[in-house]
Nanobody
Framework: QVQLVESGGGLVQAGGSLRLSCAAS????????MGWFRQAPGKEREFVAV????????SYADSGEGRFTISRDNAKNTVSLQMNSLNAEDTAVYYC??????????????????WGQGTQVTVSS
């Protein structure tokens, strides 16, 4: 079982940066791929970035490639998403999540069983 709590959201001007963090409970954090997803008003939840359990592999949605960086600290049970050059299209609730299976690398949100409560990111233009 993994419990997740996001933080770091807020209001930022276009072109600015934010760093989201997700704190996980449980001793098995280092066994799980971790993902960031987002949901904008009126839209479906979508993939943003994922990092493997060891941190050695990452993947990004095209929308965030080159602007977003996902990282993790297994000693502190945290995963972060550094977001730079933000624009209005990045406005959404951002969620961190973990799949239901250990040592499973996936970008498919339907494979993610554990979700945080979300943190709002609003980018003003």
């Amino acid at each position: 079982q993994v419990q997740l709590v996001e933080s770091g959201g807020g209001l930022v001007q276009a072109g600015g940066s934010l760093r989201l963090s997700c704190a996980a409970s449980g001793r098995t954090f280092s066994m799980y791929t971790m993902g960031w997803f987002r949901q904008a008003p009126g839209k479906e939840r979508e993939f943003v970035a994922v990092i493997s359990w060891s941190g050695g592999r990452t993947s990004y949605a095209d929308s965030g490639e080159g602007r977003f960086t996902i990282s993790r600290d297994n000693a502190k049970n945290t995963v972060s998403l550094q977001m730079n050059s933000l624009n209005a299209e990045d406005t959404a609730v951002y969620y961190c999540a973990a799949p239901g299976t250990k040592y499973y690398y996936t970008l498919d949100l339907n494979k993610y069983n554990y979700w945080g409560q979300g943190t709002q990111v609003t980018v003003s233009s």
